[in-house]
């Protein structure tokens, strides 16, 4: 049986007074012997869950024992009444005394499993059950119960007083009936909805419903009543994550259930303004501070209700982190000794037990709802960390401008008329409200966590967090200290070492803007703070300009004509944006989608199986023509009208159109694709319905898809991997061989380039054997740390900040030394070295790193001694700057040429990060040389000296034609240990799309060339790229899926799964006269034929070849690329004619690398995986090349791309693997250029705007390179 999805009713539970107990104590009344209204302990009198009908049920008998699986249910009530030895009238009216007992069997499932019966009466009359002489109002009140796994449920509790004569309807005694007119006493029944999902106000709405029918209805009819509305409530379906919410008729109200924003946010059916309205906003910043620093918090109140509205609404304010300690918001007055508990948590109880709380127990944060106030239990005031200033700030200027009063929304509105419309408008409003308030609490996460993704190492799941703490402001670190021991922080890191795309994620990178560390243009550096802000208020509080660009489609290219790569403005620190003060309804930049109510049918007046089955055909075909009327465009509207269906066709057991409807999401919205319940679905199918299944093709693959990820799953628990841990960094208690070391220095945070760690290994074991002790590496862990805290106290007066760039910083200051021009400090930044004169500070250039022309150590006359010193010559300068570094002369001399060597071969290969990795050299010689203190220390140091080296051994000479046309370089390995090959290259206005190793695509704004977004599409290798409109880019897979991202959202939440094999290649064509169509081909000989609108394939066919690598279309024809093979299709994928390889590939090794269609010249170019030369053809005679193009020193191509008048073709090298590319004149069919710009071979070409020519490499490189067409 398939694991049905949860509905909207758990269950539906009546609580009140015994009944025998209500008959003593009314006819003590009517005898006047009743001197005050006693208090009753409440009990359970009715559960009602489903399923309450069953087609079994429906065919023994015929409407009325529908019920019967909740009549079982109630079994637990004459269970307990036996244990009590109560007698079997007691039972409520309809329970007959002669009823056969049931089974144990039936006993066990007596209560769904997840509900809680022993503490639910008093929490349904959490002051107690209290009989009354008069008629009281309609109370209602809020409850949450959270099981052993931390799953929390909900509940709604309407308090319903009723005569208790009418409770006693057909009671006789002594003869005569009750007099009613006597003196009546009044009975609360409290009616309690449970769901999984906090539909707070919809639960709300349905009770006010069910107690419009409660009022006049007899003893007789309340059970079947209450049994009814259950059972109606639990034909209800939970709308999808997304716009689509649902609504239904439960007169006189029309109830909406608001649907979730997406997969991990929660259900928001609560008015989260309240809050504001109980608190200031101070009182508000310090809750949400005990909240986060996870301490014992009691609000108190006079109304039930208030106690949990205003604690979920404070829990709401904190997503996405999520409150890990017990939560019971509110307390029966028989539960107080919960207090007592010796762990955080955060609990509720009556205003009236607060000076009995505050006495009784120490250490607890007391909250007066009802006062707006918050003190301890030892004191008045509140001794607690409070939120970092500027974050609380910038949260109180933009709480100030919310709207928090509905009335002034209705001042130019006439009186309505129709309640529902003004119930409508309200939750409009509300709505609105409510998303704004949530942007300025996640705002408010945000400013608080901003920076804790740039201390995490994702690769060994580390959080650097002594390095976290050491870099916030002081006043803030006591804060910082005690949230980071939480579990609700914990929980935190876990998501984001899990690279969890959540709306935290979403607005952090969106705040960061393009000039930061998330966003670096093209490198990274040690984390320093730049010099502009840190002279004005010292390192802990700088803050960053506004964001200089924003994301935009049309963003025009850099223009790359002057030498703008240098590594100052390409190296960005790390450091916090600005906290700007917003309106409220700036925020999270998502472009909101319209909110669609749809409204379920009537319910079936009885409640019979073969009604309610009407009932779900009738919902499946409002569904139907619900998206028949729905365009393609607004394929997340689609999705969601797709997935209730799917639940509908769930729960009335139409399994296979369950598992299409579901199968539909792949195309409109993957993303609410539900795994599990499809899981179970295909496990449930009988043989029959399995069989049918085979016979549809989109549901074998569906259902292949379940089982291959089934498989992995199991493939993944069976090897035990551990996912989710979080460690902290600690230093190493054990001497470390090479490959822990390596595994230390990344956790660390210092460096992940797994080169440079190699090299800071070998100079950390000169003269001994190749081990690092634990005592060496804190030392130099030590030394590395205190080297960067002195660069960045370093405070720069306004005289000197003129003379260097506002994105410089000082990485390294020397002592006080006497030199040529006169007595001071040299500074070493990213570009130059400057003198910090003493006295009057003053600066004095020495020089920036590229006008260098020689470093040497030399000696400086001192009375009778030589002093060592260090000689720079300077280009432009007759004069050597000579500097008396003395016992620092060999290390400055070391690093000076290691930053001078990175400087020169940056600027030959036009990429800054040679500038950074020698940055990086130059800092850890610094440590090492301090580490070590020994007289191998500087030999030791010159292990690192990597580019120096290089410079001496082989010099890096670029030719002059490459370096003329090279304009820029983009690594995106950047932040990996080692390089990944660039697999595919796409340009789309305004951005560049690349995709590296196993589905990871960046992409890069091609106005800075900076990373503006990452995003995993699958597991796989991607094959191919396209644009196939303003708002679409589809990439083929290795795993045989064609996934769809968004260009404006940047999501990926469609995906094409009609290929059978790995796709390899993709196509547009616009046809003149019709939609946009789009060709997609696979491995095993495939093309596909799809209509862009509406995803759906219009024809396909397959080709008989040796492996089909890509498609064109030109001209009514398409062009199919295979090893062997080029072959004309006719567009009904009937051949035209095919080209074979040339005659001298016959027989070997060689295939056809790529091809490229001109047809305005009606020519055909092929080059060869194994051939160096390009082979031209006429389109109209393919029996031979009409020409042979040879390309020096080239042993096979992969990739061509035609810009302007140019063919551009990427390959490799014969006499090195080094990548080349050469640029072919098209008319003259002559090499024009010889490139050579990596040093792997060439795997992707792609043009910008026919400007540029974007070229990446294979994995021993990894980069890629922005050439300028000429």
Same mark, same amino acid.
């Given at each position: ?9 758990e ?20 005898q ?11 009990e359970?009198?009715?559960? %009602? ?8 049920a429906?065919? +023994? ?10 009549q079982?249910r ?10 009590? *030895?109560r ?8 329970e ?5 007992e049931?089974?144990s069997?039936? @006993?066990?499932i ?8 022993i ?24 409850? !949450? ?7 929390? &449920?909900h ?16 009671v ?6 009750w ?5 009546r ?5 409290? /009616? ?5 999902f ?21 003893q ?7 049994r009814e ?6 034909? $209800? ?21 608001p649907?979730?924003?997406d ?17 200031s ?8 501070a005990?909240?986060l620093q996870?301490q014992?918090?009691v ?20 997503q ?6 017990p939560?019971?918001? #509110? ?18 109880? %009556? ?55 509905y ?37 408010l ?9 740039d201390f ?13 703490l050491?870099?916030?402001?002081p ?50 550096t ?45 190296i ?23 909110v ?15 009604? #309610? ?25 689609l ?14 057991n ?6 299409e ?12 694709f ?22 549809r ?44 070391? $390596? ?6 945070g ?34 590395w ?20 760039e506002?994105?410089?910083? !000082?990485?390294?200051?020397?002592s ?10 040299i ?8 003198l ?37 010559? /300077? ?11 003395? &016992?620092?002369? @060999? ?41 070590l ?19 001496m ?29 660039? *697999? ?13 190793s196993?589905g ?5 704004d ?15 290798r ?5 644009? /196939?409109?303003?708002?679409?880019v ?29 796709v390899?290649?993709l196509?547009l ?15 095993e ?6 209509d ?24 009514g ?8 093979? $080029?072959?004309? /299709? ?8 095919r ?8 027989g070997?090794?060689?295939?056809f ?15 060869? +995986?194994?051939s ?16 042979? #193009?040879?390309l ?14 140019q063919?551009w ?5 014969? +006499? ?5 590319i ?22 992707a ?26």
């Amino acid at each position: 049986m398939a694991e049905l999805p949860s509905g909207l009713l758990e269950a539906c539970v009546v609580v009140g007074a015994p009944t025998d107990k209500l008959r003593d104590l009314y006819q003590l009344h009517q005898q006047n012997k009743l001197k005050e209204a006693l208090s009753l302990e409440a009990e359970v009198l009715q559960v %009602h869950a489903p399923p309450f009908v069953s087609k079994e049920a429906n065919s +023994s008998q015929p409407i009325g024992p529908a019920f019967s699986r909740v009549q079982r249910r109630r079994s637990f009530i004459k269970k307990k009444r036996r244990d009590r *030895d109560r007698p079997a009238e007691g039972l409520s009216n309809g329970e007959a005394a002669s009823r056969s007992e049931t089974s144990s069997a039936t @006993e066990d499932i007596s209560v769904p499993k997840d509900l809680d019966l022993i503490a639910l009466p008093q929490l349904c009359f959490p002051g107690g059950l209290q009989l009354s002489t008069e008629q009281r109002e309609d109370s209602y009140h809020f409850l !949450v119960f959270t099981d052993l796994f931390g799953n929390r &449920t909900h509940g709604v509790v309407a308090q319903h007083y009723r005569a208790v004569q009418s409770c006693q309807e057909g009671v006789v005694q002594n003869g005569h009936r009750w007099n009613s007119a006597k003196t009546r006493l009044f009975t609360p029944f409290a /009616v309690c909805i449970i769901s999984k999902f906090p539909y707070y106000n919809a639960l709300k709405d349905c009770l006010s419903c069910l107690l419009v029918q409660l009022r006049p209805a007899r003893q007789a009819d309340f059970e079947e009543t209450i049994r009814e509305f259950s059972a109606r409530l639990s034909l $209800v379906p939970l709308p999808p994550p997304g716009q689509l919410h649902v609504s239904f008729n439960l007169r006189p109200l029309q109830v909406v259930l608001p649907s979730r924003e997406d997969q991990d946010s929660p259900v928001i059916d609560i008015d989260l303004h309240l809050p504001f309205l109980c608190f200031s906003h101070t009182v508000l910043l310090q809750l949400l501070a005990c909240l986060l620093q996870e301490q014992r918090l009691v609000f108190f109140s006079s109304d039930w209700a208030r106690l949990t509205l205003v604690a979920e609404s404070l829990l709401l304010y904190l997503q996405p982190l999520s409150w890990q300690q017990p939560y019971v918001p #509110v307390l029966a007055r028989g539960m107080l000794d919960f207090l007592m508990a010796p762990t955080a948590f955060l609990m509720g109880c %009556h205003i009236s037990h607060f000076e009995e709380v505050a006495a009784e127990t120490e250490d607890l944060i007391l909250v007066n709802v009802d006062e707006g106030i918050i003190h301890s239990s030892c004191s008045e005031t509140i001794d607690l960390p409070a939120i970092p200033l500027a974050a609380a700030d910038s949260f109180v200027s933009r709480a100030e401008c919310l709207q928090l009063h509905y009335d002034l929304e209705l001042c130019h509105l006439g009186a309505g008329t129709d309640a529902n419309a003004l119930r409508s408008q309200r939750r409009d409003w509300q709505r609105r409200l409510n998303s704004q308030i949530q942007n300025i609490a996640l705002e408010l996460v945000v400013n608080i966590f901003r920076n804790v993704p740039d201390f995490l190492n994702h690769e060994h799941r580390v959080f650097n967090s002594e390095e976290f703490l050491r870099t916030r402001d002081p006043a803030d670190q006591l804060f910082y200290k005690k949230v980071l021991e939480t579990h609700i922080f914990h929980s935190f890191l876990r998501d984001r070492l899990s690279r969890k795309r959540d709306t935290f994620s979403r607005m952090e990178q969106s705040m960061r803007g393009h000039g930061n560390s998330r966003n670096r243009a093209v490198t990274e550096t040690p984390r320093r703070a730049l010099m502009s802000d840190l002279s004005k208020t010292g390192y802990s509080s700088y803050t960053s300009p506004e964001s200089r660009l924003s994301k935009r489609l049309g963003a025009s290219l850099p223009n790359l004509e002057q030498p703008t790569t240098d590594a100052a403005s390409a190296i960005t620190p790390t450091r916090p944006n600005s906290l700007r003060k917003m309106t409220p309804d700036i925020g999270l930049k998502s472009p909101k989608k319209a909110v669609k109510i749809f409204r379920l049918p009537e319910f079936p007046p009885p409640l019979a199986y073969h009604y #309610v089955q009407n009932y779900y055909s009738d919902m499946v075909g409002s569904l139907g023509k619900a998206i028949s009327a729905t365009p393609p465009e607004e394929s997340s509207l689609l999705a969601r009208y797709h997935y209730l269906r799917g639940l509908v066709n769930t729960v009335s057991n139409r399994r296979l159109d369950a598992l299409e409807d579901f199968q539909s999401l792949y195309k409109t919205d993957a993303d609410i694709f539900p795994s599990q319940m499809v899981k179970s679905l295909v496990d449930s199918l009988p043989d029959g319905e399995r069989s049918q299944a085979d016979r549809r093709p989109e549901l074998k693959r569906l259902i292949s898809r379940v089982k291959r990820d089934q498989e992995r799953e199991r493939a993944c628990n069976g090897s035990g991997q551990e996912e989710g841990g979080v460690k902290r960094f600690q230093l190493p208690k054990k001497y470390m061989q090479l490959e822990e070391f $390596v595994k230390c220095v990344q956790e660390s945070g210092i460096v992940k380039d797994q080169g440079t760690i190699h090299r800071l290994f070998d100079a950390l074991t000169v003269g001994h054997q190749k081990q690092v002790g634990p005592d060496l590496f804190r030392v130099f862990y030590t030394i590395w740390k205190e080297t960067e805290a002195e660069a960045q106290e370093v405070c720069l007066p306004a005289s000197v900040l003129e003379h260097i760039e506002a994105t410089e910083c !000082v990485f390294k200051l020397s002592s006080s030394v006497k030199t040529s021009r006169g007595v001071g400090k040299i500074a070493m930044t990213q570009r130059r070295l400057f003198l910090l004169t003493e006295g009057q500070p003053g600066y004095v250039e020495v020089a920036q790193y590229r006008d260098l022309e020689e470093v040497k150590v030399s000696s400086a006359p001192f009375l009778l001694l030589r002093i060592p010193s260090l000689k720079l010559r /300077v280009r432009g300068r007759k004069d050597a700057f000579e500097a008396n570094l003395k &016992t620092e002369t @060999e290390l400055w001399n070391l690093m000076v040429k290691e930053m001078w060597a990175g400087r020169s071969i940056a600027d030959q290969h036009k990429d800054p990060q040679y500038m950074q990795q020698a940055l990086t050299n130059a800092l850890l010689m610094d440590a090492v040389v301090g580490s070590l203190q020994s007289s191998k220390a500087i030999y030791a140091a010159s292990k690192l000296a990597h580019f120096d080296r290089m410079k001496m051994e082989v010099p890096m000479m670029v030719p002059k034609t490459t370096a003329e046309t090279l304009k820029h370089k983009i690594n995106p390995s950047l932040e990996l240990a080692a390089p990944q090959a660039v *697999d595919v290259l796409l340009y789309t206005p305004g951005q560049l799309w690349v995709s590296v190793s196993g589905g990871k695509v960046m992409v890069f704004d091609a106005s800075s060339w900076s990373l503006i977004h990452t995003c995993h599409v699958g597991n796989s290798r991607l094959n191919c790229m396209l644009g /196939v409109d303003q708002d679409q880019v589809w990439m083929g897979s290795e795993d045989s899926v064609i996934y769809i991202i968004s260009i404006v959202a940047m999501v990926c939440n469609r995906q094409l799964t009609e290929h059978r094999a790995e796709v390899t290649g993709l196509a547009l064509e616009t046809e003149k006269y019709s939609q946009k169509v789009a060709y997609s081909c696979s491995a095993e000989g495939s093309v596909m034929v799809w209509d862009v609108s509406t995803l759906q394939v219009k024809r396909h066919f397959r080709l008989s070849c040796d492996r089909l690598q890509s498609v064109y279309c030109s001209s009514g024809s398409l062009w199919c690329c295979s090893r062997d093979s $080029v072959m004309e /299709v006719w567009r009904t994928g009937s051949l035209k004619h095919r080209v074979n390889l040339p005659e001298q590939h016959k027989g070997s090794t060689a295939t056809f690398g790529s091809i490229l269609l001109l047809p305005e010249r009606e020519e055909l170019w092929s080059v060869c +995986s194994d051939s160096g030369e390009v082979c031209v053809w006429h389109i109209k005679d393919t029996s031979r090349p009409i020409q042979r #193009v040879a390309l020096q020193d080239c042993t096979g191509s992969t990739c061509m791309i035609k810009v302007k008048n140019q063919v551009w073709v990427g390959g490799v090298g014969r +006499s090195s693997t080094k990548g080349k590319i050469y640029i072919l004149d098209t008319e003259r069919h002559q090499v024009l250029k010889e490139l050579h710009g990596h040093s792997d071979k060439v795997t992707a070409l792609c043009s910008a705007e026919d400007r540029y020519v974007l070229s990446g490499a294979g994995k021993h490189d990894g980069k890629i390179a922005i050439w300028k067409v000429e």
